[in-house]
């Protein structure tokens, strides 16, 4: 009996000390919402295809992708959030988060335009290019010359190429058509899981984020950085106290579009 008591006192230390020990250095998750700055959400505009219109058209006319934003409740899609540190360093990671397990994402190009057009992946993911089209692209890349100077791929109907070679950077990587100079897109590059795009209402969410002070960083493809007012250049980020064992609730992001 008494080396049962032991070994349950043993065990109940054990399991309090890993418990406790997770809920000290990280938090459940960190959830966010970005909203539109204005009264109304705009509407997509119908982009200018004066290009091999048989198949650019097909489905329909082509609309910008610059501004997405819920009529309902002006959330804004597509805007890139992430965690820097705020002192600087490397962010911790959560055990179950080391792996990247993101090992491929594919851009595709059904209708002259980039699906998806905003991309945001952790270093080691590699991008399958597609081009199911009847019609020829170009895929061209370009980032931080230092980090991620780019390259141009001419892509035939029916061919696709790999990009293994992405890394972390705070410059993103602008993707684009010359061929159709209405496809354009973005991806960034992230050396740590804590980074989101905003869905259809404009919501985020990062599991397991480290406890602790840091910065929210928030990028828009239309207006660049942005802070917690709404005011742009604002590439410092917002600073946030992560809750240890806990869920954080981010303050609320405005963009405005003037």
């Known amino acids: 009996m008494r080396r049962f008591v032991i070994a349950a006192a043993t065990l109940a230390c054990v399991l309090g000390w890993t418990l406790s020990a997770s809920a000290q250095g990280f938090g459940k998750a960190l959830k966010g919402t970005v909203v539109f700055g204005g009264k109304e959400a705009p509407k997509p505009e119908p982009l200018k295809v004066d290009k091999d ?3 650019c058209l097909a489905n329909g006319p082509l609309l910008s ?5 819920n009529p309902k409740n002006l959330g804004i899609q597509n805007v890139f959030v992430w965690l820097d540190p705020a002192d600087g360093g490397a962010v911790p990671i959560h055990p179950s988060l080391k792996e990247n397990k ?3 994402l594919t851009i595709d190009q059904p209708q002259c335009h980039f699906h998806p057009d905003c991309l945001a992946i952790r270093q080691g993911t590699t991008i399958v290019v597609k081009n199911p089209a009847p019609i020829n692209h ?4 370009t980032g931080n010359p230092a980090k991620n100077p780019g390259n141009n791929v001419n892509m035939i109907p029916n061919s696709s190429f790999k990009i293994d070679n992405l890394v972390a950077d705070s410059f993103p990587v602008i993707i684009k058509c010359d061929i159709h100079p209405w496809m354009s897109g973005y991806m960034r590059v992230f050396d740590h899981p804590y980074f989101a795009l905003t869905d ?3 919501k985020f969410e ?3 984020p480290p406890a602790g002070k ?3 960083k928030v990028w828009h493809p239309a207006t660049g950085w942005v802070g917690a007012d709404g005011k742009k250049g604002t590439k410092a980020g917002t600073p946030i106290i992560i809750a240890a064992g806990g869920v954080t609730d981010a303050p609320k992001l405005i963009i405005d579009k003037k």
């Not at 992708?65 to 934003?69: D, I, N, S």
């Open 65 to 69: 992708q610059e501004w997405l934003v």
């Open 214 to 216: 840091y910065l929210l």
């Open 200 to 202: 259809a209402d404009g």
């Open 102 to 104: 993101q090992k491929e």
């Open 206 to 208: 990062m599991p397991n």
């Open 53 to 55: 219109q048989a198949v």
């Open 138 to 141: 170009n895929f061209r890349w």
